[in-house]
């Protein structure tokens, strides 16, 4: 296991290492989108790829430890609604520029919705959301402008796993 000085090995982070450890299943120290999708709860998630990406910091394709427990405490109860907020943002911010365009807003939704709602009706859905969250009128949502359409609702309180 990778160790970061960083970490306090509180009875949380010893869950999660145990928890960790069953999830890498050839033991490299890393987890895979495979080893991921060995979880039962993610296996119908289809933003899974999206989490993985977002927790892999390094981008090499795999979660460590640490990456895995920053990524994970994020959502525990010691995560703020803030993390929670920025880590929902992300989710839509596909190449990470710090603005959610049209066509990432599509790509994600699509990804959700599968077949079940034909592009056409989908791109209408995608335009207006973009028109009406787009406060500054520069054709993509900002971080600001996001929080102002969803930081009202309290989605981010669905958010929080027990770890």
């Known amino acids: 296991m990778s160790s970061n000085n960083n970490i306090q090995k ?3 982070v010893r869950r999660l290492d ?6 890498d299943l050839d033991d490299s120290g890393e987890l895979s989108v495979d080893e991921f999708m060995s979880l039962p709860e ?6 899974v790829q999206r989490v993985i990406d977002i927790f892999d910091k390094d981008g090499n394709g795999e979660v460590d430890f640490n990456e895995f427990i920053e990524g994970v405490l994020q959502f525990s109860v010691r995560g703020t609604k803030e993390q929670r907020l920025r880590f929902a943002f992300r989710i839509y911010d596909m190449d990470n520029d710090g603005f959610i365009s049209n066509g990432e807003l599509f790509q994600v939704l699509k990804t959700m919705v599968g077949t079940n709602v034909e592009d056409v009706q989908l791109q209408q859905i995608v ?7 787009d406060t500054d009128g520069d054709g993509r ?3 600001q402008e996001f929080c102002a359409v969803v930081g009202g609702l309290d989605f981010h309180k669905n958010m929080i796993v027990d770890v």
């Not at 145990?18 to 999830?23: A, M, S």
């Not at 993610?42 to 933003?47: D, V």
């Open 18 to 23: 145990k928890r960790f450890k069953k999830l």
């Open 141 to 143: 949502v900002s971080y």
């Open 10 to 12: 509180t009875p949380e």
């Open 127 to 133: 335009d207006k959301t973009i028109v009406s969250a």
């Open 42 to 47: 993610l296996q119908q998630n289809p933003l």
